[in-house]
Each structure stands twice: as structure tokens, then as C-alpha cells.
């Protein structure tokens, strides 16, 4: 029974409910009325808390949503990977890699591609930025830039997996060709390497490309419209803009991305700014800016990393010795390619490349 305190003035006043409470004490006239029907929602008891705790931490349609597809798509790429570490598929430039341990820091060279990561999580390290990803976020990189990429969750029950899927920039162009494409935003001075939150539509997506892997005889005809539909979720999230910017014509980061491929192909060349930027049409210090704000480095260390990585590469497939090899990417002295290779690789280019053919070597990818 709940009782209601009767207004001591005023015999028609609406009553005050009173709360259980064992040293309460009552006024003098008290009056009970009918019992109220029982609430939905018990306040009060341990189960009644924990029910509702349970009801909270329940996933929304969308979040449940997103769930399954993430599974799904970490099934797929294991299913189709099984126990190798790379997988080079059929479908032009889709890659599935897997790592079951965390690895060390590794100078590689990040080529224009989106990566994602349904299972695990990786972090890449450009210039002073890190950046995080896994299966809430992609990585996108728009230009070659050489990083320091690390697996940091990653075990034999749960693998590290990750589908690699290299941009084609004309498939970029042919979106922003349209008139039905309406122009973004301009990117700010960010890196040409960033992460995007995934979608439902997006993950769906990656879902459908990894089916065709079971049917080829239709990868020809719909895997290019399944990137393309990737590529246009890719272009109308946050970093749409600077991978729009880099693939225009005549724009500061195209012209940039034009000093970069410079720089890519002559890499055993000095390095004269003024020749790359004549290259690329642009003022000397204004390819300074925008290079150090696509690359977070300046030219002159950008050509050092890229000259040590394919050193390593030359040495790590062929049997060559280290001055050779120091000639042959540009340096003109063999003592400074040496402290220079152990600075970036964090030990001696001998000891280092006998390191990554042991059999229990990791890939540097």
C-alpha cells in the first residue's frame, strides 16, 4: 500500500507520496488510497540492475551489423590464405597477407593502395605520425612513402589478416571526370597516408570482391565494378580529398606526387632539388612545403630511405656484397651506406640480410 501525506490546511489538496523509508516519521493524519499498478522497471534489486546492464551492452541493428560483416570478412581472407604469410590472388592487385605474432618495426616502402583489417590490429609510423589501424579503420596511402610498419596484435589463435588492394588512380579520375561527382572539400596540409572508419556498405563490399576468388571466371567482368565501388566510398570520406587532390591535373599534390615518382626513378642520381622541381613544375620552395606536408620528410631523405630499401631488396635476393651494392643505389662511400643502412635497419647490412634469411625470419611487409 502507498500512502500519500494529507495537506493539514486544505481538506482537497492533491497528496505527497512517501517514499519507504523505516525512520520516517509520519504527520499525525494519514490517509491510504488504492495501490498504484506495478511499474515496468524494478528500481531496485541486483537483477533488475543487471538485466538492464545486459540490455545496454546488447549491439544495435548496425553495430550487430557491422560485426557480422567484419567476421565474415576475417573468415574469408583465412579460409583463402590458410597457413601462408602472402597470398598474390587473381583478382589485378589484391594481395591477403597474415601474421600470427607481433613483429618489430620495419623500414618498407607503402605503395598507393587501401589496406584493410578485419582481424588483428597494425601500425605504421611516417615521419613523426602514427597511425593505427584495424577492423574499425582502413589505410589509406595515396603516394610511395617509406615507413616503419609494425604488426601489434596478432596471435596463432587470432592471426593479424589483411587484404592489400593497390590503387589505379584512372579509376580515381574517372569519378571526379563526372559531373554527377560534386567537388570535396580541399585537403588540408595532412599526409598522403591516412585512416578512414569503415562502413557496413564498405565492408559488404570487400565481402563481395573476395567471393569472385571462388568463381574466376567472373573476376573479369566484376571485380573492376566492385573497386570502383570501393573507390567511391574511399572518395567521399575524410580521406577523399587528399587522394582527389593527388590525382588531379595541374593541383600542388599532383605536381608533387610528380616530384615524388622523380625521385622514385632516379634515386641513384644526386639529388638536385631544382632539377626534381623543374621536373614538377614548381617553385623550389613551394615543392619544399608540400613535400614535407604529403611525406612528412624532406626530398633529400625521402631518396635516402628509398635507396637503403632497395639496397636491402638487392642484397636480400641476390647474392651481392654490401659495396656493390652501396655503389650501385648511389652512395659514393661504403662506410657511410654502412652507418646509414644500420641507422635505418638497426644493425650492419651483412648481419642484417643473414637475419632475414633465417627461417624464422618474418617478412618485411
Given amino acids: 500500500m502507498i500512502l500519500y501525506i494529507q495537506n493539514t490546511e486544505s ?6 507520496p512517501i517514499l519507504p523509508n ?8 494519514v490517509f491510504p488510497i488504492a495501490p498504484l499498478p506495478p511499474l515496468p522497471l524494478i528500481l531496485g534489486g541486483s537483477k533488475g540492475i543487471s538485466d538492464m546492464k545486459k540490455r545496454s551492452k546488447r549491439p544495435s541493428g548496425a553495430s550487430s551489423r557491422m560485426q557480422e560483416l567484419t567476421s565474415e570478412l576475417a573468415r574469408k581472407v583465412a579460409r583463402l590464405i590458410g597457413a601462408a604469410e602472402k597470398l598474390t590472388t587473381a583478382i589485378p592487385r589484391l594481395t591477403l597477407h597474415r601474421r600470427t605474432a607481433p613483429t618489430a618495426g620495419c623500414p618498407v616502402t607503402y605503395e598507393p593502395s587501401v589496406i584493410v583489417i578485419p582481424q588483428g590490429r597494425k601500425e605504421v609510423q611516417l ?5 593505427i589501424y584495424d577492423s574499425s579503420r582502413y589505410l589509406l596511402t595515396s603516394l610511395d612513402l617509406p615507413t616503419i610498419a609494425r604488426v601489434v596484435e596478432a596471435s596463432e589463435e587470432s592471426p593479424c589478416l589483411a587484404v592489400t588492394l593497390k590503387l589505379d588512380i584512372a579509376i580515381v579520375r574517372e569519378f571526379l571526370g563526372r559531373e554527377q561527382f560534386h567537388p570535396l572539400a580541399p585537403p588540408h596540409d595532412s599526409p598522403a597516408m591516412s585512416t578512414g572508419r569503415v562502413s557496413e556498405e564498405f565492408l559488404a563490399a570487400w565481402c563481395r570482391l573476395l567471393d569472385l576468388l571462388a568463381k574466376p571466371e567472373d573476376i573479369p567482368f566484376l571485380s573492376g565494378l566492385i573497386e570502383r565501388e ?3 566510398r574511399i572518395l567521399r570520406g575524410p580521406a577523399g580529398p587528399r587522394l582527389r587532390a593527388i590525382a588531379t ?3 600542388q599534390s599532383h605536381r608533387t606526387a610528380k616530384a615524388i615518382a622523380w625521385i622514385r626513378s632516379n634515386y641513384a642520381r644526386p639529388l638536385h632539388v631544382e632539377e626534381v622541381a623543374h621536373a614538377a613544375g614548381m617553385a623550389v620552395s613551394t615543392l619544399h612545403h608540400h613535400f614535407r606536408a604529403l611525406t612528412a620528410m624532406s626530398p633529400l631523405q625521402y631518396q635516402k630511405q628509398i635507396r637503403l630499401q632497395a639496397a636491402r631488396a638487392r642484397m636480400l635476393a641476390d647474392d651481392v656484397d654490401a659495396a656493390t651494392v652501396a655503389f650501385e643505389v648511389g652512395y659514393e662511400s661504403a662506410s657511410q651506406f654502412s652507418r646509414e643502412y644500420s641507422r635505418l635497419f638497426g644493425q650492419p647490412p651483412i648481419r642484417d640480410i643473414r637475419t632475414l634469411r633465417s627461417p624464422s625470419a618474418a617478412s618485411p611487409e
Avoid at 481538506?11 to 505527497?16: A, H, K, L, Q, V
Avoid at 523505516?22 to 493524519?29: A, N, S, V
Fill in 249 to 251: 591535373l595541374g593541383d
Fill in 11 to 16: 481538506e482537497t489538496g492533491n497528496g505527497i
Fill in 22 to 29: 523505516d525512520c520516517l516519521i509520519l504527520p499525525i493524519r
Fill in 127 to 131: 615521419g613523426a605520425k602514427t597511425l
Fill in 230 to 232: 570501393i573507390m567511391y
